[in-house]
Structure formats: structure tokens, C-alpha cells
């Protein structure tokens, strides 16, 4: 049985080099340090924003400082936590960043109070006299739209002395999964023992083309799961009441406005994507499930069997070398700014590849304002790791664009954006993969791997955006929110999307047991409407070319000063229509009907 490496020995070159953001723990600490004592800086303002739009610039100058030494302090921090969770230093490290961002928001708090507390038309009159305001004037407007629901300054100090502790839901559910969650080893066919992680299942066996593999690497996934259910129902019940709390506090009709609120989107756009996209893809992917079950001729289709490849004997490793290769080659029509990017963080060790124990599952990209991107991948050598790869430097080229064009309080847009540069890379390698390949299967193999994109998005997301839905209306009505609960709607959320297609057991029940997202907010839907802007937008720079990809760089370098809507009108989508989501499912009707075409017969 292959024992996974700790992270001492994994070689260098397969780790991220982190010494951009501070060269040492020592220098690290010296930052800490340094950040927490300056946050005395921002006393000379308090009770003094009504003095005049000089006081009101400076103090705001202050603050941003202040939040752009904070990102390089933390994501350090996170950043080791994440490639070692069981490291004792890293956690603290990592509890100790926790703290110091609830009393640098304690030191913050009396500034947007104040603010709101200006009488009318003084801020204005501050815009119009004071021309360094105008860099703000978006968090300005931002901020005047929550005055109805603001509590009294003090109020709002202690919710946010009390930072720290709100944000343990999220905390606790990372370190146990990280450091905590084991999994038992399984054997093969030929009774080889295998060892079975977080990373190794989801990046390895989940989509494994030997069925004795795959199921017993499920059990042994699920019963690891179990040993959590009751703890991880209780962290999330937890996020879930909090948010319930917060929402009644301050005055929504329900959570989903509260959360909602900095997403800065029509909230017609937020239930078309739940209610389309579910009722419309649902037909598409059973059939695409039924079609699994009869070319892979299983009796039956396990919900660890859907991501199984359709033709096992075609799937081609590919390195980490050869798919750098690929990228660039794909990507290029992005122009050589953002392929120096694309270079520069493939090859000076700005991705984070290796498996060990401890290094957090999935896949991320962490942005320090200043600094430059970091990914975190675990590679296994296969397509679907190209595809994850391109989608994680598709968020790390938006956001060195935007970090050249916009200072840092306008550097980032609303969430429901974020994802549409990630996914639209997705769409561009697929396209480009597609149209250098005339082989039969390898055009099979790329649509497969195109439709894991919209799996993962359009399905495995959504539907944990639906579970959000339906649990936090049953914790409105009062409803304990257990883990036979959540077991139970998760089951049959999966169970009336996928009808009699697939078999959803124990484990598939437990599957929101797999995801951080529900500790950020209503995050799972915005890949949906990214993934919807990126096929559109795809589609655009396949038929126009150079127009359509300016359009996508001017967005990408706006950062956060355009809504969302904004950024997609800016790029030429219109999602003031359900008409893009209509087209984004249809489109994957049709990547499905050429499949079904391929292996007919």
C-alpha cells in the first residue's frame, strides 16, 4: 500500500514558493506584529468623519492600507494551513489570523457607522468637492444601500469583536476534515491494498474506470464521512442559524436577501438559475446517466459510478509538463499579457501540486492584492486536472488584471462574477482541444471532459445551492437542521434530479458533507451563472475573435467597478433575460445528443 508523503518530503519543485509574501515565519511574525500595532492608526479618525471630506479620504486611505497588509498576513497563513492542515504551527498560525481580523474589524467598525451616520447630503458634497473620493465611490454607494438594515455603532462593534467566533462553523469544519477525517484502505480486484484520502478519492477514484476501485473506494469514502455526520450536521446547523440570526437582526424579510446583499444582483437572476437550470438540465443528464449505464453495461448505476470515464481504455495520462503545454497553446487567444501571466505562474512554482498528508482537497487560487496568484491542485495526471488547472489560473489572470487596473477596494467584483473567468479558460482549452483533434475518440473524450465542467457547475453546485434553499427555509420555520435531516433533503434533492437513472445510497446522502461552500455565504450558485456567461461568452470569441476577447480583458480589468449584470453587459451578455441559462442548458443537450450519436450502435 502506497503511503501518502508528508510535507517535508515532497519534492520542492511541487510545492508553491511562498517567500513573495514573507520570506520566512520570522519575517511573517514581524508582519503580524507590525499589523496589529497599526491599527492605533486609525484612532486619530474616530469621531472625526464629519470634519470634512480630508478627514473622511485619509481615514479611508488608512483603512485600505491596513486591509492590503492584512491580505498578504492572512493568506500566508492560509496558505500554509492549507498545504498541511495537521501541522500544529500552522494551525495556530491560522487561529491567530482569525483573531487578529476580528480586532482589526473591531478597529474599523465606528468608520462605515460614522459614515452612515453623515447627514444628508454631506457625502455627497464630500464627492464633489474632495476628487480622491471618487476611488470610493462605489464602496461608498455600496455601503449607503445597507443603512436600512445597519444596528447601532456599538451594536456593530461587538458583531464585529465577535468575528472570530462567527466564523467558527467554517474553521472547524476545515481542520477536521483536514486533520482529523481518515479513511480506511480498500483493496483492488486482485486484493491489493490501496490507501484512500479526501484528495486520492475525489481526484483519483471517484472517477476511476475500474468498477471494483471505484465502489470500494466509495465504502471506504462513506464510512469516513459517517464517523462525521453528526459532528459536521451540528457545524453547519450552526453557519446556517447564525445566518438565520443575523438576517432577523438586521431587518431582511429572509436570509437569502441578507446573503444575497453583497452579491449586488437582481434576485430574479438568483431563483432563475435554482429553477432552470434544475428543471431543464435534469432530462439531459439522465439520459447522459443512462447512457453510462448501458456502454459501461453495469446492472445498475451507483452514484459513485457518474463520473466514470465512457471509454476507459482511451484516457491518455497527461503530465504536468504537457498540460502547461496545452494551456498556453489553448489560451493564446487571450493575448501575450495575459500569456506572460499564464507562463510566469506555471513554471516559477506559483501552483501547489503535490499530494500529502494533510494539504487541503480540491482545488483554489488565492490572490494577495500586490503579490501575485497561488494555486493549490493535487495533479493525478489526468485531463480532468488540465481542465481544473486552466479554470484556477482563469481566477488568478482575472485578478492580476484587475490588480494592475484598480486599487484594492475596487480590485475584486460582487461573487456572482467570479467564476465566469475560471469557467470561460474551461470553455476556451475545451474549444481549442476540439478544433486541433479530427480522432473520434478523442473528440469524445474532450466533450466528456466538457460536460464534467458542467457537472461539476451546472449539477454537483447547483444542487448544493438548492440544499442551502431548502435548509435555511426549514430553520426559518424553526425546524432542527440534524444530520438525518440534511441526509434526508440532500437525498432527495439528488433523487428528483436524477430520477431512476442513478441509485442514490448512504452515501450520496452525505454528499454536503464534501464541501466547504456552505460556510460562504450562498456561494454554490455563482458557478452556475458563471459557467452560464462563459459559454456565452466562448461562444463570442469563437465567432467574432479579437472584438469579443477585448470586450473580456476590458471586464476582467474593472475589477469590482461594475455589478455583475454590468460586467456580463460590458462583455455582451444580457442576464437581465433568463435567456442565456435557457441556452447554456440547451447547449449541453447538444454535447450530450453527439455523445449518444458516437457510441450508438
Same mark, same amino acid.
Given at each position: 500500500?502506497?503511503?501518502?508523503?508528508?510535507?517535508?518530503?515532497?519534492?520542492?519543485?511541487?510545492?508553491?514558493?511562498?517567500?513573495?509574501?514573507?520570506?520566512?515565519?520570522?519575517?511573517?511574525?514581524?508582519?503580524?506584529?507590525?499589523?496589529?500595532?497599526?491599527?492605533?492608526?486609525?484612532?486619530?479618525?474616530?469621531?472625526? @468623519?464629519?470634519?470634512?471630506?480630508?478627514?473622511?479620504?485619509?481615514?479611508?486611505?488608512?483603512?485600505?492600507?491596513?486591509?492590503?497588509?492584512?491580505?498578504?498576513?492572512?493568506?500566508?497563513?492560509?496558505?500554509?494551513?492549507?498545504?498541511?492542515?495537521?501541522?500544529?504551527?500552522?494551525?495556530?498560525?491560522?487561529?491567530?489570523?482569525?483573531?487578529?481580523?476580528?480586532?482589526?474589524?473591531?478597529?474599523?467598525?465606528?468608520?462605515?457607522?460614522?459614515?452612515?451616520?453623515?447627514?444628508?447630503?454631506?457625502?455627497?458634497?464630500?464627492?464633489?468637492?474632495?476628487?480622491?473620493?471618487?476611488?470610493?465611490?462605489?464602496?461608498? $454607494?455600496?455601503?449607503?444601500?445597507?443603512?436600512?438594515?445597519?444596528?447601532?455603532?456599538?451594536?456593530?462593534?461587538?458583531?464585529?469583536?465577535?468575528?472570530?467566533?462567527?466564523?467558527a462553523p467554517g474553521m472547524v469544519y476545515n481542520r477536521s476534515k483536514a486533520s482529523d477525517m481518515r479513511f480506511a484502505p480498500f483493496t483492488n480486484a486482485a486484493g491489493e491494498e490501496l490507501a484512500n484520502s479526501f484528495n486520492a478519492f475525489e481526484s483519483t477514484y471517484e472517477g476511476h474506470e475500474d468498477a471494483t476501485v471505484r465502489r470500494n473506494a466509495w465504502v471506504s469514502f462513506s464510512a469516513g464521512l459517517k464517523a462525521y455526520n453528526n459532528t459536521y450536521a451540528a457545524t453547519f446547523a450552526t453557519e446556517v442559524k447564525k445566518n438565520v440570526a443575523l438576517a432577523r437582526m438586521r431587518s431582511y424579510p429572509s436570509t437569502e436577501p441578507y446573503l444575497l446583499q453583497p452579491h449586488k444582483i437582481p434576485i430574479d437572476l438568483y431563483r432563475n438559475i435554482l429553477q432552470i437550470i434544475r428543471t431543464e438540465l435534469a432530462p439531459h443528464m439522465q439520459r447522459y446517466a443512462r447512457l453510462r449505464r448501458r456502454v459501461l453495461g453495469l446492472d445498475k448505476l451507483l452514484y459513485c459510478d457518474i463520473k466514470t470515464p465512457l471509454d476507459p481504455e482511451f484516457?491518455?495520462?497527461?503530465?504536468?509538463?504537457?498540460?502547461?503545454? @496545452?494551456?498556453?497553446?489553448?489560451?493564446?487567444?487571450?493575448?501575450?499579457?495575459?500569456?506572460?501571466?499564464?507562463?510566469?505562474?506555471?513554471?516559477?512554482?506559483?501552483?501547489?501540486?503535490?499530494?500529502?498528508?494533510?494539504?487541503?482537497?480540491?482545488?483554489?487560487?488565492?490572490?494577495?492584492?500586490?503579490? /501575485?496568484?497561488?494555486?493549490?491542485?493535487?495533479?493525478?495526471?489526468?485531463?480532468?486536472?488540465?481542465?481544473?488547472?486552466?479554470?484556477?489560473?482563469?481566477?488568478?489572470?482575472?485578478?492580476?488584471?484587475?490588480?494592475?487596473?484598480?486599487?484594492?477596494?475596487?480590485?475584486?467584483?460582487?461573487?456572482?462574477?467570479?467564476?465566469?473567468?475560471?469557467?470561460?479558460?474551461?470553455?476556451?482549452?475545451?474549444?481549442?482541444?476540439?478544433?486541433?483533434?479530427?480522432?473520434?475518440?478523442?473528440?469524445?473524450?474532450?466533450?466528456?471532459?466538457?460536460?464534467?465542467?458542467?457537472?461539476?457547475?451546472?449539477?454537483? /453546485?447547483? @444542487?448544493?445551492?438548492?440544499? $442551502?434553499?431548502?435548509?435555511?427555509?426549514?430553520?426559518?420555520?424553526?425546524?432542527?437542521?440534524?444530520?438525518?435531516?440534511?441526509?434526508?433533503?440532500?437525498?432527495?434533492?439528488?433523487?428528483?434530479?436524477?430520477?431512476?437513472?442513478?441509485?442514490?445510497?448512504?452515501?450520496?446522502?452525505?454528499?454536503?458533507?464534501?464541501?466547504?461552500?456552505?460556510?460562504?455565504?450562498?456561494?454554490?450558485?455563482?458557478?452556475?451563472?458563471?459557467?452560464? !456567461?462563459?459559454?456565452?461568452?466562448?461562444?463570442?470569441? $469563437?465567432?467574432?475573435?479579437?472584438?469579443?476577447?477585448?470586450?473580456?480583458?476590458?471586464?476582467?480589468?474593472?475589477?469590482?467597478?461594475?455589478?455583475?449584470?454590468? @460586467?456580463?453587459?460590458?462583455?455582451?451578455?444580457?442576464?437581465?433575460?433568463?435567456?442565456?441559462? /435557457?441556452?447554456?442548458?440547451?447547449?449541453?443537450?447538444?454535447?450530450?445528443?453527439?455523445?449518444?450519436? !458516437?457510441?450508438?450502435?
Open positions: 500500500m502506497k503511503n501518502r508523503l508528508a510535507r517535508a518530503d515532497v519534492p520542492v519543485e511541487l510545492t508553491w514558493n511562498l517567500n513573495d509574501l514573507f520570506a520566512s515565519h520570522t519575517d511573517w511574525e514581524a508582519g503580524f506584529n507590525a499589523l496589529d500595532a497599526a491599527r492605533s492608526e486609525l484612532d486619530r479618525f474616530r469621531g472625526r @468623519l464629519g470634519d470634512g471630506p480630508q478627514y473622511l479620504l485619509d481615514c479611508l486611505n488608512t483603512v485600505e492600507a491596513l486591509q492590503q497588509r492584512a491580505v498578504r498576513v492572512s493568506t500566508y497563513a492560509y496558505l500554509r494551513n492549507a498545504e498541511d492542515g495537521t501541522n500544529p504551527q500552522h494551525q495556530a498560525t491560522a487561529a491567530r489570523v482569525a483573531a487578529l481580523g476580528a480586532r482589526l474589524h473591531a478597529s474599523t467598525a465606528f468608520v462605515e457607522s460614522e459614515i452612515l451616520d453623515l447627514p444628508d447630503g454631506v457625502l455627497a458634497q464630500y464627492l464633489a468637492t474632495e476628487a480622491g473620493l471618487a476611488s470610493y465611490q462605489v464602496y461608498l $454607494q455600496d455601503l449607503l444601500e445597507t443603512k436600512p438594515h445597519r444596528l447601532s455603532p456599538e451594536a456593530e462593534r461587538v458583531l464585529a469583536e465577535l468575528g472570530e467566533v462567527l466564523g484516457n491518455p495520462r497527461v503530465s504536468y509538463e504537457e498540460a502547461c503545454a @496545452l494551456i498556453l497553446d489553448a489560451l493564446a487567444v487571450m493575448g501575450p499579457e495575459y500569456g506572460q501571466f499564464l507562463r510566469t505562474a506555471l513554471f516559477e512554482r506559483w501552483v501547489d501540486r503535490s499530494d500529502n498528508v494533510g494539504k487541503s482537497s480540491g482545488a483554489f487560487c488565492a490572490s494577495p492584492f500586490g503579490i /501575485h496568484p497561488y494555486i493549490l491542485v493535487t495533479w493525478a495526471d489526468t485531463m480532468r486536472n488540465v481542465f481544473t488547472l486552466a479554470h484556477e489560473l482563469g481566477h488568478g489572470g482575472h485578478f492580476s488584471l484587475a490588480m494592475r487596473h484598480q486599487r484594492i477596494t475596487n480590485a475584486r467584483p460582487a461573487m456572482p462574477f467570479v467564476e465566469a473567468p475560471s469557467i470561460m479558460n474551461e470553455m476556451l482549452l475545451a474549444r481549442h482541444i476540439l478544433a486541433q483533434n479530427t480522432d473520434p475518440r478523442m473528440r469524445r473524450s474532450v466533450i466528456m471532459q466538457v460536460l464534467g465542467t458542467y457537472h461539476h457547475n451546472f449539477v454537483t /453546485h447547483l @444542487l448544493e445551492a438548492e440544499l $442551502q434553499h431548502q435548509v435555511y427555509a426549514m430553520a426559518e420555520a424553526g425546524q432542527s437542521i440534524t444530520a438525518s435531516v440534511l441526509n434526508q433533503c440532500k437525498g432527495d434533492i439528488l433523487a428528483s434530479f436524477w430520477g431512476d437513472s442513478v441509485e442514490i445510497d448512504d452515501g450520496a446522502r452525505m454528499t454536503w458533507m464534501r464541501q466547504p461552500h456552505y460556510y460562504m455565504g450562498l456561494y454554490p450558485y455563482t458557478y452556475s451563472v458563471g459557467l452560464v !456567461a462563459s459559454t456565452a461568452m466562448s461562444q463570442q470569441v $469563437q465567432t467574432e475573435g479579437e472584438p469579443a476577447v477585448q470586450r473580456w480583458l476590458e471586464v476582467l480589468k474593472a475589477g469590482g467597478t461594475l455589478r455583475p449584470v454590468e @460586467l456580463m453587459q460590458a462583455a455582451g451578455i444580457d442576464l437581465r433575460t433568463p435567456a442565456p441559462i /435557457h441556452a447554456a442548458v440547451a447547449y449541453v443537450g447538444t454535447l450530450i445528443d453527439e455523445l449518444e450519436q !458516437a457510441f450508438a450502435g
